[in-house]
């Protein structure tokens, strides 16, 4: 059970908008920045957003990161087929003084 | 160009021990912190260990506290993760992965991985 909940599937079709959401806590999400990572099959994860909302070079403007309380979404615009992957968010938890993710959500482009 | 090359894993009975390693070029490692992260077969990524610049601070995830042990030697450019008392949960691939400085940000590159199968 992870500390972060996503949801485990989302899908879209090409050129879509679909956000992926990722819901923690006060001693979690709400005090400390959250972090996305992309990771297409068979191959490590990649940055694709840090402190709630920016954006590493090189990666693609159709992906935006947003924070509000307790909750942070990744939406991702003009949706394609090479964005088929599996997304994670993470941060920080003060309670338990370590680094968690969410528990993934699996993309898939229609 | 940065780059993160693990080694080290493989197949340990239940109880054994092993020790990763990382090997980075491409940065100065000594100013970087770096972290550990697993995945088992088929699962979500889990942060396991982290250490500072300075290997003044480390953490870990309640799952491996007691059992694993982080370290980096500056000389080598290198990262370890000194795992005890394997279990079966702990089979996944290991990654390792550095922060970035400025601005600071978990994880900006990552590893390929290791496998470490915990078996009998």
């Known amino acids: 059970q992870s500390v972060l909940t996503q949801p485990p599937s989302a899908s879209g079709t090409p050129g879509q908008r679909v956000t992926i959401s990722c819901s923690g806590s006060s001693s979690n999400i709400e005090s400390n920045y959250v972090y996305w990572f992309q990771q297409l099959p068979g191959t490590a994860p990649k940055l694709l957003i840090y402190r709630n909302n920016q954006r590493p070079s090189g990666v693609p403007d159709r992906f935006s990161g947003s924070k509000s309380g307790t909750s942070a979404s990744l939406a991702i615009s003009g949706l394609r087929s090479e964005d088929e992957a599996d997304y994670y968010c993470a941060t920080w938890d003060d309670s338990l003084s370590g680094r968690v993710f969410g528990g993934g959500t699996k993309l898939t482009v229609l | ?120």
């Not at chain 2, 088992?40 to 506290?65: F, H, Q």
């Not at chain 2, 079966?88 to 940000?105: G, H, Q």
Request: proline share 2%; with cysteine.
């Open chain 2, 1 to 120: 160009e940065v780059q993160l090359v693990e080694s080290g894993g493989a197949l340990v009975q239940p109880g054994g021990s092993l020790r990763l390693s990382c090997a980075a070029s491409g940065f100065t490692f000594s100013s970087y912190s770096m972290n550990w992260v697993r995945q088992a077969p088929g699962k979500g990524l889990e942060w396991v260990s982290y250490i500072s610049s300075s290997s003044s601070s480390m953490y870990y995830a309640d799952s491996v506290k007691g059992r694993f042990t982080i370290s980096r030697d500056k000389a080598k450019n290198s990262l370890y993760l000194q795992m005890n008392s394997l279990r079966a949960e702990d089979t996944a691939v290991y990654y390792c992965a550095r922060d970035s400085l400025a601005p600071s940000a978990f994880f900006d590159y990552w590893g390929q991985g290791t496998l470490v199968t915990v078996s009998s």
